[in-house]
């Protein structure tokens, strides 16, 4: 866990450390950074943390992003937390899938570390007042 003097807190679901190591690295200072490395670890941790933000892996070997994502939106604990999808498949039918599904927004990997952010920001300052 990483913490900064933000109030935000983001989820990292991705079966890859490194990946998630590289994030948090490119996320530095938004917030308060958790990580699960599989599908199951990141539902706990989604429903118990309840992040203002969630980035999840589309790939991943116990349970793909899609139905992790279709758990999270059936949930009333974590439905309304914003997700963005992260995929080295590229877009196409992946993204629009994704979108679909109730993700917020889509991003390759891997990120240019400029936009990343932005897209990070972007779901972050959709955040209610106070929150």
């Known amino acids: 866990m990483m913490q ?13 450390p490194e ?11 938004l917030g308060e950074l958790l990580a699960a490395t599989c599908g199951a670890d990141g539902l706990r941790l989604a429903r118990q943390a309840q992040p203002d933000l969630i980035l999840l892996d589309a790939r991943m070997p116990d349970m793909d992003g899609l139905a992790v994502l279709a758990q999270l939106k059936a949930d009333t604990a974590t439905r309304d937390i914003p997700v963005i999808m992260v995929s080295a498949d590229g877009g196409g039918a992946h993204c629009a899938a994704a ?6 927004d889509f991003v390759c990997k891997p990120p240019e570390p400029d ?3 932005a897209h990070v920001l972007a779901q972050l300052q ?4 106070g929150t």
Request: net charge positive; charged share 20%; hydrophobic share 55%.
């Open 126 to 129: 959709r955040r209610p007042a």
């Open 99 to 104: 979108l679909a599904a109730g993700a917020a």
């Open 4 to 16: 900064s003097e933000s109030n935000a807190t983001i989820l990292l679901i991705d079966d890859a």
């Open 115 to 117: 936009v990343f952010r």
């Open 19 to 29: 990946a998630i190591l590289v994030a948090a690295k490119q996320l530095s200072g």
